[in-house]
């Protein structure tokens, strides 16, 4: 257990369904990342935030809308989303994001299919 | 833009061989490397984590080093068991104030048999 947690670890969606991912740290860490891995892919760092507020956005589609209500939760709310949007979806914290210790933990993931 | 490259894509070893696996990046600025395990369709484990200025770091069976002039690191694995099975990747982060920014590669999968 690294003591970050995703829910749900599996999801099936319709392109019209609107559903939300979230993932929770227990380590104490101010910055929370979230992560798209598909298949044959490197990861690709999609949003990042440093103490609730949002720093990176790395280019993501709309349909994609993160929301950071405390330093411990972070959710990725999905809409209208496309048959190639299914990957696994990685939640990870650090300390903080922007100097000294940055390694990051990382949660189990979602496994998100589009149909 | 900075760019990760590892080597072998796929790696398949007897149990108890010694192994070696290969990464390699475009930018010399880094802040630090890391060496993470993914087993099948979970998330990843932080296995070694080497700062810019170190040359090495060792955990158990594993040791990692860092080229940084060269963009090189390599990951040893000694005396590898079945339970080594997993796709290990190499990251390496941006420097300055956005050591946060990891890059990863696509990573080796390796098999160990029994």
């Known amino acids: 257990e690294t003591g970050v947690t995703q829910t749900p670890r599996h999801l099936v969606m319709g392109m019209t369904n609107k559903k939300s991912l979230k993932c929770e740290q227990h380590?104490?860490?101010?910055?929370m990342y979230w992560y798209k891995q598909s298949a044959k892919k490197p990861l690709e760092l999609m949003f990042v935030y440093n103490f609730k507020e949002q720093t990176e956005n790395n280019s993501v589609p709309s349909r994609f809308s993160p929301e950071c209500p405390n330093s411990s939760h972070l959710f990725l709310h999905l809409h209208t989303l496309q048959p190639e949007d299914s990957a696994l979806y990685l939640c990870?914290?650090?300390?903080?994001?922007?100097?000294?210790?940055?390694?990051?933990?990382f949660g189990p993931g979602t496994r998100l299919t589009v149909l | 833009k900075q760019e990760v490259t590892q080597i072998p894509a796929a790696l398949s070893v007897p149990e108890g061989e010694n192994l070696v696996l290969n990464c390699s990046f475009t930018d010399s600025a880094i802040y630090n490397l890391q060496w993470f395990r993914q087993d099948p369709g979970k998330g990843l484990t932080s296995l070694l984590l080497i700062q810019s200025s170190q040359r090495e770091q060792t955990s158990g069976r594993l040791n990692a080093s860092l080229d940084k002039s060269s963009g090189r690191s390599t990951l040893y694995i000694a005396a590898s068991q079945p339970g080594d099975s997993a796709t290990y990747l190499c990251?390496?982060?941006?420097?300055?104030?956005?050591?946060?920014?990891?890059?990863f590669g696509k990573g080796t999968l390796l098999t160990v048999n029994p």
């Open positions: 380590l104490g860490h101010n910055a």
């Open positions: 990251a390496v982060s941006g420097s300055g104030g956005s050591n946060y920014k990891l890059t």
């Open positions: 990870a914290s650090s300390p903080w994001a922007g100097g000294g210790d940055n390694e990051q933990f």
